[in-house]
T-cell receptor, first 115, second 114 residues
Framework: AQKVTQAQTEISVVEKEDVTLDCVYETRDTTYYLFWYKQPPSGELVFLIR??????QNEISGRYSWNFQKSTSSFNFTITASQVVDSAVYFC????????????FGKGTRLSVIA | EAQVTQNPRYLITVTGKKLTVTCSQNMNHEYMSWYRQDPGLGLRQIYYSMNVEVTDKGDVPEGYKVSRKEKRNFPLILESPSPNQTSLYFC?????????????FGDGTRLSIL
């Protein structure tokens, strides 16, 4: 069975601090995809990134960066110089490549950035 | 604009009164699904559909029905709603079910069953 664990339920940081959101996953598939979604206070789910299991290169997009480590089954998300607008719930998710392949979500990490 | 549209966005109703939450996508996606989001539990899949007339249960299907008569629409039906179905519901679609396609989510429907 597939599982995603986000051990941090809530994190508070002061604006301009860097913050890392942890994501650990479990799967027996050799091919799979990892995702991060952002849910701002308005409630919608915003897709941030997709990474396949064969691509372990880290990725940077502006203040966001992702560190994928297959050896530790982790796909961590770092926000550099956090801003109040980053306050949201962040979900890590995992999908396989066959059958139903629902997105299996972690329980989310609520990030509060304080001005 | 590519989007997934859910209606209504908010609904307060009473136990036992049948309701339908509509979902429509304009991206010609094959795969559609419904999730519910509850505090501390994250998002859990209710039902999914791989294509027209092909639907199946997700992780938490009890108390829900769906249909997929047209590719663009995937309504969620609560025949006899109960308070434990109070939740935030999301419809999602993707090109296919091969996992590599990001799912596009609607804006959510907040249901309160009294």
């Amino acid at each position: 069975a597939q599982k995603v664990t986000q051990a941090q339920t809530e994190i508070s940081v002061v604006e301009k601090e860097d913050v890392t959101l942890d994501c650990v996953y479990e799967t027996r598939d050799t091919t799979y995809y990892l995702f991060w979604y952002k849910q701002p206070p308005s409630g919608e789910l915003v897709f941030l990134i997709r990474r396949n299991s064969f691509d372990e290169q880290n990725e940077i997009s502006g203040r966001y960066s992702w560190n994928f480590q297959k050896s530790t089954s982790s796909f961590n998300f770092t926000i550099t110089a956090s801003q109040v607008v980053d306050s949201a719930v962040y979900f890590c998710a995992l999908a396989g490549v066959s059958g139903n392949t629902p997105l299996v979500f972690g329980k989310g990490t609520r990030l509060s950035v304080i001005a | 604009e590519a989007q997934v549209t859910q209606n209504p966005r908010y609904l307060i109703t009473v136990t036992g009164k049948k309701l339908t939450v509509t979902c429509s996508q304009n991206m010609n996606h094959e795969y559609m699904s419904w999730y519910r989001q509850d505090p501390g539990l994250g998002l859990r899949q209710i039902y999914y559909s791989m294509n027209v007339e092909v639907t199946d249960k997700g992780d938490v299907p009890e108390g829900y029905k769906v249909s997929r008569k047209e590719k663009r629409n995937f309504p969620l039906i609560l025949e006899s709603p109960s308070p434990n179905q109070t939740s935030l519901y999301f419809c999602a679609s993707s090109l296919n079910n091969r996992g590599n396609q990001p799912q596009h989510f609607g804006d959510g429907t907040r249901l309160s069953i009294l």
